[in-house]
């Protein structure tokens, strides 16, 4: 018997994607570096579906039928280098391997490149959506060939999740595409989570709920347009009481964030590309400050507003308004990203169809996404998400309690960088005139760096250092 399609690497990641495929009925084959977990997962789940277990790199790339679809689903760097040198001899041209793990899109470009020149498919693959993705159905975003995904799309597509009858799966496009997809998505999942917690911390300080109440307050919002899988765990997440103290979840979680990385990348492949994603970046460097302990500490006795409760009611359903602004802003930028990518490095990515594998699956999973979807339809060519006549619409609407809810934080000292971050972005884009023409003439005057004018062509250079005229550069 010979198996559809192989992963190894057999951790929660791995596993819960073979038991996925073996589940819809594709036999499959499993291996791991270490034995011991090949034969865990066929004696606890052998009864799920057919599995074949390998021992060796060998036999497992024998059982597979032609051409061969092996994932790997192991640790992200050098240990994926490590795997892809063990398989690729023993494969033949037209077999692929499949990189479910988070690697840099550029480690993908790498691989892929090396790959392709032995004939062999790589296909840089987000996964998105946890273990319970995993096994359940997840987000998947592949990127590689147009010939791997004929021979691949449809295995993907069945295990992915589904929503409305449409896959969460589709080829993003050639050799990075689909990683940097993932990768922006990770981008998009720290800035949704970074606004969320802003929400709570105004609503627990400036309108002096308890965790309890704006655990209602976020199930509320749930029913309405900001409907999603974050904003759902987060009400479990307050609602949630501490066994040993009786004090809220919330209270005794020390409020230090960490991060594996991929928000980093985000920003960081931003800066390369130069598209401004401030709303990622201030989710990224939140999380960074949170975790300076001695900073921190420090800082502590540091003068400021005491955090007095001072709103009045209806101020939930302003800072909803700020959060649902700052999310259009969030996502405009990180879409902005993603086409920013795909224009550097020829991957022509359809934006609307990432906005719809992300509807199920993923961590980001959203009715908003349809929003999304509905824009790039409208105008698959849009600068930007801001100017969709949907998104345009609910800016104006909210613009005035998102301005009131960022002055109110700014008033009392609760720190609000992503509702801050993303108005900012909001009022430049609207700018008649940015305050980056002086930044220009100080440019101008102390390194010669020019600048050009609103009234004629060319670049000019003021004689600073002398009788100021203008000389043509
Ligand atoms: P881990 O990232 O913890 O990786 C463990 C697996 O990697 C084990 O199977 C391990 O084998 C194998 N491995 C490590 N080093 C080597 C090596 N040098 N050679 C061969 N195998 C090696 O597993 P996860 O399941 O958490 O994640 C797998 C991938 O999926 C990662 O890239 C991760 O970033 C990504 N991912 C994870 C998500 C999650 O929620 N956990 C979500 C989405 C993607 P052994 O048993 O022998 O040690």
New binding site residues.
Partial sequence: ETARIGV????????NLARNLARHGHPVAVH???AA?TKALVEEFGDEGTFLPAETAEQFVASLERPRRLVV????G???D??ID?FAPLLEPGDMIVD????HFADTRRREAALRERGIHFVGTG?????E??LHGPSIMPGGSAESYEALGPLLEDIAANVDGTPCCTHVGPDGAGHFVKMVHNGIEYSDMQLIAESYDLLRHAAGLAPAEIAEVFRTWNTGRLESYLIEITAEVLAHTDAATGRPFVDVVLDQAEQ?GTGRWTVQTALDLGVPVGGIAEAVFARSVSGHAGLREASRNLPGPSRSAVAGSGFADKVEKALYASKIVAYAQGFHEIQAGSAEYGWNIDAGAMATIWRGGCIIRARFLDRIRAAYEADPSTPTLLTDDHFAEALGDAQDAWRDVVATAARIGVPAPGFSTALAYYDSLRADRLPAALTQGQRDFFGAHTYRRVDRDGSFHTLWGGDRTEVSA
């Fill in positions: 190894t690497g057999l951790a929660v990641m791995g596993r791991n570096r270490t977990r689903m192991v640790k992200a050098a240990p994926t490590a795997v063990e479910g793990g988070n690697a996964i998105s959506g946890g273990e993705g995993a594996k």
